[in-house]
């Protein structure tokens, strides 16, 4: 008795059809990571920005004073009211600044030259508040 041998079909060519087992996987892999990041990436600030009604002028005089104002120059120089303060004097002149004026009216703005370095501004922000201020505005444009 002849045996059988078994028939073998040859493979033809190459196989056309896409495995989109691994796509998928990766995608859904993105996808996770995104959305774990996403809410951490998330910084928020209160922002109070000025009401849109014209300021009215009144015949009597306001008693509210005018903001103080810390400049920030491009070399990283702080001026308080207009006079060069150094890094070791500022929160104790800003405390003694601050304090002279009522209470509810011990605001500042900063306005930080566009050169100037990032840190310092953070820096000088973080001084104000522990000098004691109330409020802190950014102003961008020259007074």
């Known amino acids: 008795m002849r045996s059988r041998r078994p028939i073998v079909k040859p493979q033809s060519g190459l196989q056309s059809d896409i495995n989109v087992t691994p796509l998928v996987d990766v995608v859904l892999v993105l996808l996770i990571i995104f959305m774990v990041v996403t809410p951490l990436m998330r910084?928020?600030?209160?922002?109070q920005l000025p009401s849109q009604e014209p300021a009215t002028t009144e015949a009597t005089p306001s008693k509210e004073l005018a903001p103080g104002l810390v400049r920030?120059?491009?070399?990283?120089?702080?001026?308080?009211?207009?006079?060069?303060?150094?890094?070791?004097?500022?929160?104790?002149?800003?405390r003694a600044f601050l304090e002279a004026r009522p209470q509810g009216q011990r605001g500042l703005f900063f306005q930080p030259d566009a050169r100037a370095p990032y840190t310092r501004l953070?820096?000088?922000?973080?001084?104000?508040?522990?000098?004691?201020?109330?409020?802190?505005?950014?102003?961008?444009?020259?007074p």
Do not use: I, N
């Open 122 to 142: 953070v820096a000088a922000l973080d001084g104000a508040k522990a000098a004691g201020a109330e409020a802190l505005g950014l102003s961008v444009e020259h």
């Open 43 to 47: 910084g928020e600030f209160q922002l």
């Open 72 to 94: 920030l120059t491009a070399d990283g120089t702080l001026l308080l009211e207009g006079q060069p303060v150094s890094e070791a004097d500022y929160v104790p002149r800003l």
